[in-house]
């Protein structure tokens, strides 16, 4: 069989980051611009997954390494693990049904992801503070990190329908790569600028801060 190789039309750079149709074409703005910065929801979801991205390395990266600096043995980091992998499994069934039986899933959101997940950052930045014996912080720092996982993942299944409402389907391809991409980028970078952070303030009140600070980026995600 012939095989012919056959550019798509459009196939110039500048044509494939516009609309095709004419009316969208001809907008003010750039296309980029159009599309992922089309409406103030559109904004703010793309600012909300950059810095929920931010917030994620911190508790994903730097928890067990937090763990070890307070005190915690081998078993006690192995717990720490499983607590956060075993709520998301536990979290899915009943965030699907909260997904089905609320009037307004954006509040489903900020009251778990956005609330109740950052308000375990708080209470990982505070345990060493107020729990002076290892021993029982790292028991306070599993009961937030299963805490957290519960919420975040709580909250997938009326985040992904919000996605829907606010994203047309037209867009929704285009505008979810471009803000994987923003919230790559963001993680990567703030993960070298944490570590240095934590070891300039140094021992364990540099995890402290770094968490303290996590929880202030978390809330305005939130807001």
Same mark, same amino acid.
Request: hydrophobic fraction near 55%; charge should be positive.
């Given at each position: 069989?012939?095989?012919?190789?056959?550019?798509?039309?459009?196939?110039?750079?500048?044509?494939?980051?516009?609309?095709?149709?004419?009316?969208?074409?001809?907008?003010?703005?750039?296309?980029?611009?159009?599309?992922?910065?089309?409406?103030?929801?559109?904004?703010?979801?793309?600012?909300?997954?950059?810095?929920?991205?931010?917030?994620?390395?911190?508790?994903?990266?730097?928890?067990? &390494?937090? =763990?070890? %600096?307070? +005190? #915690?043995?081998? !078993?006690?980091?192995?717990?720490?693990?499983?607590?956060?992998? $075993?709520?998301? &499994?536990? =979290?899915? %069934?009943? +965030? #699907?049904?909260? !997904?089905?039986?609320?009037?307004?899933?954006?509040?489903?959101? $900020?009251?778990?992801?956005?609330?109740? %997940?950052?308000? #375990?950052?708080? !209470?990982?930045?505070?345990?060493?503070?107020?729990?002076?014996?290892?021993?029982?912080?790292?028991?306070?720092?599993?009961? #937030?990190?299963?805490?957290?996982?519960?919420?975040?993942?709580?909250?997938?299944?009326?985040?992904?329908?919000?996605?829907?409402?606010?994203?047309?389907?037209?867009?929704?391809?285009?505008?979810?790569?471009?803000?994987?991409?923003?919230?790559?980028?963001?993680?990567?970078?703030?993960?070298?600028?944490?570590?240095?952070?934590?070891?300039?303030?140094?021992?364990?009140?540099?995890?402290?801060?770094?968490?303290?600070?996590?929880?202030?980026?978390?809330?305005?995600?939130?807001?």
């Amino acid at each position: 069989m012939n095989f012919r190789f056959r550019v798509p039309d459009p196939y110039t750079f500048r044509e494939r980051w516009r609309f095709r149709g004419r009316s969208f074409a001809d907008h003010p703005r750039t296309s980029y611009q159009t599309r992922i910065f089309g409406t103030k929801s559109q904004q703010w979801f793309f600012v909300d997954g950059v810095l929920g991205a931010i917030v994620d390395v911190v508790p994903v990266q730097f928890l067990v &390494v937090y =763990a070890i %600096a307070v +005190g #915690a043995t081998d !078993a006690q980091v192995g717990f720490l693990s499983i607590a956060a992998a $075993l709520a998301g &499994v536990l =979290a899915l %069934a009943p +965030g #699907a049904r909260i !997904a089905e039986l609320t009037n307004s899933r954006k509040w489903v959101v $900020l009251w778990t992801n956005g609330g109740a %997940a950052r308000l #375990a950052l708080l !209470a990982m930045a505070l345990t060493p503070f107020f729990i002076q014996r290892p021993h029982q912080a790292i028991y306070v720092l599993i009961a #937030a990190s299963f805490v957290r996982s519960f919420m975040v993942n709580v909250s997938h299944a009326s985040w992904v329908s919000l996605l829907a409402d606010i994203i047309p389907l037209d867009l929704r391809r285009f505008y979810v790569t471009q803000r994987m991409l923003a919230m790559t980028v963001a993680g990567a970078l703030t993960a070298p600028l944490v570590g240095f952070g934590i070891r300039w303030i140094g021992d364990v009140r540099g995890y402290e801060v770094i968490f303290a600070l996590t929880f202030v980026v978390g809330m305005g995600a939130s807001y």
